[in-house]
């Protein structure tokens, strides 16, 4: 069964950068579909980006376009999201979440089957 622990969260002022990292363990990650989420107080989880397991195809929600980018290190069995750029919005809890059994990167949580608890990203000032 796979595991995912998140790291790399912090707080940062507007317009830096943070690096979160998730980790897999228990099965190679590069079989899987590997979303990441963030979630803020009082609202719903959303989509932030994701990366497929074959290819490396990858998504991005319209509002971090250009300022984050995901990628994966199959040796490190790791999936990174850079992000660059960071405004107050930004704040939240990110999760990143692992899914085999589907071929196309999804934005529905419901369709994961796996989840890390998170990782706190605070963007002020």
């Known amino acids: 069964q796979l595991q995912l622990v998140e790291s790399g969260g912090g707080l940062v002022q507007p317009g830096g950068s943070l690096r979160l990292s998730c980790a897999a363990s228990g099965e190679a990650s590069e079989l899987y579909i590997i979303g990441w989420f963030r979630q803020a107080p009082g609202k719903e989880r959303e989509a932030v980006s994701c990366i497929r397991a074959s290819g490396g195809a990858t998504n991005y929600a319209d509002s971090v376009k250009g300022r984050f980018t995901i990628s994966r290190d199959n040796n490190k069995n790791t999936v990174y999201l850079q992000m660059n750029s960071l405004k107050p919005e930004d704040t939240g809890n990110y999760l990143c979440?692992?899914?085999?059994?589907?071929?196309?990167?999804?934005?529905?949580?419901?369709?994961?089957?796996?989840w890390g608890q998170g990782t706190q990203v605070t963007v002020s000032s």
């Open positions: 979440a692992a899914v085999k059994r589907l071929y196309y990167c999804s934005n529905y949580s419901y369709e994961y089957d796996y």
